[in-house]
């Protein structure tokens, strides 16, 4: 396989900078003492629209044609990705539409619709979704962006693990959530042209391990399951960024949903920041794993901030 | 009366750095677009312990001699300045004695023996406390330090807003929430000596609003009810602050419960930051209060961030 070039992630990260924040790194001195590592948090949480997926989807809206911009995207989306879409296309002034399963939380539909975009719903199976797309594609001639598996967004996501790398040097290890695989690829692309020496793990929830699997089989596997509380990282790996995290990514730490659950209520209440379950897989895997990572710089890529904190307050 | 000098301000800030964190002022470009102000969180929910407490509790303590610190502190809350007095206790190895109502939440007792502090329970009433701290001075020759109306905390107090103004010049207003006074205190003081032109206003609950009516009357005012959710603002001011603030605090915006609840939930899901209720009271008034601030560059003291996020969430 070829990797994408030093130039390609640079580029990535220019063409989006006036787009997205430079998001903040926080430290925890208690969460130093907890786990005896030096442990950073990229928090993405602060980043537009709450989540890193501002990142992916600015930078495939960069190479767009100007006859693509004018017809308009559509992607598939119940959760992040679809906001990020949505706010990216408000901000270039172009038409956007969005798959959502008819089944989605109301809080999330209307965060999309907040940004102007147009949804379509479709019947909750994958299979619902991809026609939906497919006649807005016949239809309409939009352009599809997928949200994981398109190596425009894998470069966009990039210029997260690329801030972080140049804020704090020397990093041991990079530990990032996997769901669909578009952050993992992008922090291993970036660790792997910007700090050779910095190693990228990636945390997945343990019912929905695929990941985990996908390292160890060698090809993409999917899930029986869907029955985590990180609802971003129920999806699998894709063909274009699967390769890249073969090649790069050593290690896949699984953590359990009361792990999940625990982290994300430390961070909340003790480092007082709104993170989502997905990004508390990487916080649990940093507390589960700390044998590991004692006395290493350790980076976590906090996912996102878009937590239904009434709703969890109850649940868990 | 007498103002402390700006000597006595600059060398509290110098005295507690080692003690306190120097915390990041946020921006949110929604809520500036929301008030047309421009509008700066100095954010000391990110403070050590959690509240700018820490701030004048730390500089108390600095100011005690040789035999003071031997023979220990006492003071009474159920609330920030408990943990404050007893983490500054811990750093400094000095004992500690904490007078708390024996109706406290158990996750506040809690949170002061995590620190190693002493408590000694009272009965509800302020005078069942006062009796308790009495009984601690005569018999064990503890220091009594006040959480608000005691000079050294206010001095220790003004070093949040002097880093305010230092990070953002040209603060057309900074607005604290009140309580006990101590906060507002000094950060008028501060705006006094190192950014003259800029005004400091107070933010109250208008179901305690005993220092709106203080302002207006000249004299100390008390409340007839304590029912606000903002519960480190349920207080009075005291004899040491109150001169100061009447002097240099030239407004008190009320807000009503409603608006601290709905500005708090904005600010955990739009920011990602968990505030406590005082502290969404100074967002409220900004919210509430637009028509006076449009155009403007106003700091908010975001006083603290130990909210109970599964009780909130389950009442508001």
């Not at 679809?82 to 989605?104: D, F, H, T, W, Y």
């Not at 967004?153 to 040097?169: R, T």
């Not at 590991?292 to 901030?305: A, D």
């Amino acid at each position: 396989m070829i990797l994408s070039s030093k130039q390609d992630l640079l580029d990535a990260r220019g063409r989006i900078s006036h787009m997205v924040h430079k998001t903040p790194v926080l430290t925890s001195s208690t969460l130093n003492e907890m786990t005896g590592a030096e442990v950073f948090l990229k928090c993405e949480n602060f980043q537009r629209m709450g989540a890193y997926k501002m990142r992916g989807a600015s930078h495939a809206f960069s190479r767009l044609s100007d006859e693509q911009l004018a017809k308009g995207v559509v992607t598939h989306s119940s959760g992040n990705f679809a906001q990020a879409i949505a706010l990216a296309a408000r901000i270039k002034g172009v038409k956007a539409v969005i798959v959502m399963p008819e089944n989605s939380p109301a809080v999330k539909i209307e965060a999309v619709r907040g940004y102007g975009a147009e949804i379509i719903f479709s019947g909750p199976r994958p299979v619902d979704r991809e026609e939906a797309v497919h006649a807005v594609i016949n239809e309409r001639g939009m352009t599809f962006i997928h949200p994981s598996n398109d190596l425009q967004v894998i470069l966009g996501n990039s210029s997260c693990a690329q801030e972080l790398i140049e804020e704090i040097p020397g990093l041991d290890i990079i530990i990032a959530p996997v769901g669909g695989g578009g952050l993992l690829a992008g922090t291993a692309l970036a660790a792997h042209w910007f700090s050779p020496s910095t190693a990228v793990w990636a945390a997945e929830p343990g019912n929905v391990d695929d990941a985990y699997r996908s390292l160890q089989s060698g090809k993409i596997e999917t899930n029986e399951r869907a029955d985590t509380i990180a609802d971003g990282l129920r999806t699998n790996l894709g063909d274009i960024n699967f390769p890249i995290i073969y090649e790069l990514v050593s290690k896949v730490l699984l953590v359990s949903e009361e792990e999940i659950i625990s982290a994300m209520w430390w961070v909340w209440e003790r480092m007082k920041i709104i993170i989502e379950p997905s990004s508390a897989v990487a916080v649990a895997a940093v507390i589960r794993y700390q044998d590991q990572l004692k006395g290493k710089r350790v980076g976590i890529i906090i996912s996102g901030g878009n937590a239904d904190v009434r709703q969890l307050a109850v649940r868990s």
